[in-house]
Every structure is written in C-alpha cells, then in structure tokens.
C-alpha cells in the first residue's frame, strides 16, 4: 500500500514584479517529518511544481532527510537539483534549485533566463 500525501502545497503569484516567471510554490506540512517544507520559485506547470514538492516530500515521508546545499538525484534523469535553505514568510525553508538546459546553475554566469533568478532572496517577510 502506498503512502498518502499528508501535506499541502501554497502556488502564490500575487505580484511578480519585475519577474514574471517566478512564483512562490510551497509546502506545509513536513514538520510532522521533523523537516523543513520545501520551495519552488520558477514559474512553471502548476502540475510540475506538484510533481517536483511531492517527490520531495514522498522522499522524506519514506525516511530521507535533506539539508542545505544537498545535491540530489533521481528527480530528473539528467541532472540533479540543489537545495537552498531560505526564509519563506518567517520561516526556513529548502528552496529547489534547478539547473537550465545545459545543467548550468545561478551563479554560472551562462546560465540562462529565468533560471539565474532563482537564488534571489524574495518573500523572507
């Protein structure tokens, strides 16, 4: 039997500002793990956003636990996302970083729009 997802996801895109592609995409819930929840800030498919946090959280719902700067694989077949810890509305959080085509991260001075922007500091409040 599989496990449930016991967890909420927030999709805010209230006002990008200069950063149409960017949105606040969250969890609430993994503290019953003992975990921070987790972030997305790239705008993309609502139904990819969903499958990116759930994975995560699945992952720490099956036991794994993951930190600031871990590297982790098995979400995409090419690459591996890193994990940022940020503050999200008063509280920690570990924001998916994603790399842009060519596997490149934000402080790679190649990498492309809008995946360079998602290491800016934003809804710390």
């Known amino acids: 039997m599989g496990k449930n997802v016991d967890w909420i996801i927030h999709y805010i895109l209230d006002n990008p500002g200069p950063y149409p ?31 990116l946090l759930n994975t995560m959280g699945m992952r720490v719902q099956g036991g ?5 700067g871990d590297m982790v694989s098995g979400i995409y077949e090419d690459c ?15 924001r998916l970083i994603i790399p842009d085509k060519h596997n490149r991260f ?3 001075e190649n990498c492309m729009e ?3 922007h998602q290491e800016l500091e934003m809804f710390e409040n």
């Open 106 to 108: 934000p402080e790679d």
């Open 21 to 51: 592609y960017l949105c606040n995409a969250h969890t609430h819930g993994m503290e019953k793990y003992r975990h921070p929840d987790f972030q997305m800030v790239l705008n993309l498919p609502q139904e990819h956003i969903c499958y």
């Open 80 to 94: 591996s996302i890193r994990l940022k810890k940020v503050r999200e509305t008063g509280r920690d959080v570990l």
């Open 64 to 68: 794994e636990t993951f930190h600031d």
């Open 114 to 116: 809008p995946y360079r």
